[in-house]
């Protein structure tokens, strides 16, 4: 099982019940007159409005979450840049030492 599989399971868990809960059915269940008609056209009326509200809010937290990822990965990428100049330059430094050696080496 993945590693970040198992935090993100816990992390879930104690909010399936709020989950559950908040996807049952809330509309009225009643089936006949126009009253009721126009009941159930005024919950999904009133349902559609909240959830365009909740997608406009989601939309913004996605955003503000993805420019925190962008802004990670271009840290990332800058310390990635360092390390591998940082091995590119040993790298040079251990082949000139090695060329030192060998040309002062004793014949």
Same mark, same amino acid.
């Given at each position: 099982?993945?590693?970040?599989?198992?935090?993100?399971?816990?992390?879930?868990?104690?909010?399936?019940?709020?989950?559950?809960?908040?996807?049952?059915?809330?509309?009225?269940?009643?089936?006949?007159?126009?009253?009721?008609?126009?009941?159930?056209?005024?919950? %999904?009326?009133?349902?559609?409005?909240?959830?365009?509200?909740?997608?406009?809010?989601?939309?913004?937290?996605?955003?503000?979450?993805?420019?925190?990822?962008?802004?990670?990965?271009?840290?990332?990428?800058?310390?990635?840049?360092?390390?591998?100049?940082?091995?590119?330059?040993?790298?040079? %430094?251990?082949?000139?030492? %090695?060329?030192?050696?060998?040309?002062?080496?004793?014949?």
């Amino acid at each position: 099982m993945a590693g970040w599989l198992i935090p993100v399971i816990k992390s879930v868990l104690p909010h399936v019940g709020t989950i559950i809960s908040a996807t049952a059915p809330v509309f009225t269940r009643k089936r006949g007159d126009a009253d009721t008609l126009q009941q159930q056209i005024t919950e %999904l009326q009133n349902a559609a409005a909240a959830n365009d509200t909740h997608i406009k809010d989601l939309a913004a937290q996605m955003q503000v979450a993805i420019e925190a990822l962008e802004k990670g990965t271009r840290l990332a990428e800058k310390g990635y840049r360092h390390a591998m100049l940082l091995g590119i330059a040993s790298f040079i %430094l251990s082949l000139a030492a %090695l060329s030192a050696v060998l040309f002062m080496w004793p014949k």
